[in-house]
């Protein structure tokens, strides 16, 4: 049996497919068939009832979806991918406060950011200059910006405090 979380429209459904024509959507069983009519146009039969829709491919998890006239975009992930996605986005948040530190000596270009601005994991934050080199300094987390220690201008040592999350 394969199972998968079908998000639409931020709502998650559990789909359990069998070999035996069964699918069981959230926890209600049907019996289904599939036919394929040419390259993304399908028709589905579930408990007696007929759809024509049609589906395409958008990434690996990501697929537009037309039914009776609606479109929909739907995430469609195993559920061992669901589980190792909470896992990520939770590891990407903080919660507890973070002190990010300056990883080479150099001087303060641009400070993109400001205290209290929600910043997301990988978001540049600042530009540190370090042998006539730019350096983007990004979030290694999500979170608030809870206080920058430095000034555009200023030169920094390593190690020294740049700013922190929260």
């Known amino acids: 049996m394969n199972e998968y979380i079908v998000t639409v429209k931020d709502k998650k459904n559990l789909v359990k497919i069998s070999e035996n024509s069964e699918i069981t959507i959230n926890d209600r069983p049907h019996h289904y068939e599939l036919i394929r009519i040419k390259n993304y146009s399908y028709r589905l039969l579930i408990d ?8 395409v491919k958008i990434n690996s998890d990501k697929y537009l979806v037309s039914l009776e006239g609606y479109t929909y975009e739907t995430l469609v992930r195993t559920s061992l991918q669901e589980r190792a996605t909470k896992v990520i986005e939770q590891q990407g948040s903080v919660h ?8 080479m000596p150099g001087m303060i270009l641009k400070i993109k950011r400001k205290p209290g601005d929600n910043i997301k994991l990988g978001e540049s934050i600042i530009i540190l200059e370090a042998m006539k080199m730019e350096n983007d300094i990004k979030a290694p987390a999500s979170g ?10 200023s030169t920094v040592e390593k190690g020294a405090k740049l700013f922190s999350i929260a």
């Open 48 to 55: 007696q009832k007929i759809y024509d829709i049609s589906a």
């Open 96 to 103: 507890h406060l973070r002190e990010i530190k300056a990883p």
């Open 144 to 153: 608030i910006i809870k206080n920058i220690y430095i000034s555009e201008g």
